[in-house]
């Protein structure tokens, strides 16, 4: 019984102490990157930048556009841009109405994504917002922590369980 009680102490001081080892850990990745634009609706032909951050060594922005024409439609990638910290593209909005779809490249791989609307006439001002993660769009508001959810509810069945047996062993041998 005692050898029982002290494992059961000694789990439970682990699990406990497991997030401070991690807190005190000297150093985390840097974050894999970012995509922002400088607008999130563009009247068509204008021009807007999209700016990429990220540590790597090269960029690229490719850009997708779904418009009714089939023959501005499709998707095109830039050449290879020197990444230092920072790379910023210069795109020219079609001219016709859709949605580009813009996708960051860093080293051969996608690190962030963003639209543009390009709309018929100047919408009178919805330009200036940015798109991307770092931008002044809509935040998320979605649970991103599914996984720390379902383990935190494995180990609360886990220990009901582990109380439930311990109280029958315990009552069967009185």
């Known amino acids: 019984m005692i050898v029982r009680t002290v494992a059961t102490a000694a ?18 990745p840097a974050p ?3 995509l922002t634009c400088s607008v999130t609706q563009i009247p068509v032909d ?4 999209c ?26 990638t830039s050449a290879e841009v020197a990444l230092d910290g920072t790379a910023d593209f210069t795109v020219t909005a079609p001219s016709i109405v859709g949605t ?12 962030d994504t963003a639209s ?7 919408t009178g ?13 809509l935040s998320g508001t979605g649970f991103e922590n599914e996984g720390l959810a379902i383990g935190a509810g494995v180990l609360l069945v886990a220990g009901a369980a582990t109380v439930y047996i311990a109280a029958r062993r315990r009552a069967n041998h009185s």
């Open 11 to 28: 789990l439970g001081t682990a699990i406990a102490l497991a997030p401070a080892v991690a807190a005190s850990a000297e150093t985390y």
């Open 32 to 34: 894999e990157g970012s």
């Open 46 to 49: 204008q021009t807007f930048t």
């Open 51 to 76: 700016t990429i951050t990220s540590t790597g060594d090269y960029a690229q922005l490719q850009t997708v556009f779904s418009g009714d024409d089939a023959t501005i439609a499709g998707t095109v």
């Open 100 to 111: 580009i779809g813009i996708t960051g490249i860093v080293d051969g791989e996608a690190i």
């Open 116 to 122: 543009v609307e390009v709309v018929a006439e100047d």
């Open 125 to 137: 001002g919805t330009t200036t917002g940015v798109a991307g993660a770092g931008g002044g769009g």
